[in-house]
């Protein structure tokens, strides 16, 4: 049983990391918090490879790999996202990461302070009994996305970024018969108001 989880991030360069939030924090400062957040990320990725064998991908925008190297460790496999957009990207992760015989994969993004490891040993279990696991987002998307074999209707027909995107989700799901585990809602730091949520504890 090989089990794969997938980070979806990008290199903290100024200007260009959680633009969003700029306004309030700074150019300088934004990118700094996305540092924190992907750093807390993998704080918590590296947790549950104690208690579980564990592929790990960083797949990054921005940058380079030997940036990203340096700045995350060299025990990961990188790779560069494809182009289009979100769930492009995410169906493309998953359907190369099944072609690589995984049993189970896992995305998550790097914007989710709440996210530990419990909850993302809880969303592999899951995988157990259920085609699809799903960390609903208070903002309406979701946080994180596992799967025990490629589906690629679950990427398509979404509008991408909106509030309707776990909801498109969950329906689409449905209508194919997926068995779907749902995770504890939790809160992604995209806002400016979003902010005051961020309590990162290594």
Request: net charge negative.
């Amino acid at each position: 049983m090989t089990n794969c989880l997938i980070l979806f991030t990008r290199y903290p360069e100024a200007g260009k990391a959680k633009t969003r939030l700029i306004p309030v924090l700074g150019a300088e400062g934004a990118a700094n918090l996305h540092r924190q957040m992907t750093e807390f990320a993998i704080a918590q990725i590296k947790k549950l490879q104690f208690s579980q064998p564990l592929s790990v991908e960083v797949h990054f925008t921005g940058g380079n790999f030997q940036l990203m190297q340096a700045w995350l460790g060299n025990e990961f496999i990188y790779r560069q996202q494809s182009e289009g957009d979100i769930g492009f990207r995410m169906a493309s992760a998953f359907q190369t990461a099944f072609s690589n015989n995984i049993d189970k994969v896992i995305i998550i993004g790097s914007d989710c302070p709440n996210l530990n490891y419990q909850i993302l040993a809880e969303a592999f279990q899951a995988l157990d009994r259920n085609d699809l696991v799903l960390g609903p987002a208070t903002d309406g998307g979701y946080y994180l996305i596992g799967l025990r074999r490629f589906i690629s209707d679950i990427f398509i027909g979404i509008n991408w970024s909106t509030s309707e995107v776990f909801q498109q989700t969950v329906e689409i799901a449905d209508r194919i018969s997926l068995n779907v585990a749902y995770l504890t809602e939790l809160s992604d730091i995209d806002r400016p108001e979003d902010i005051h949520l961020v309590n990162l504890k290594f």
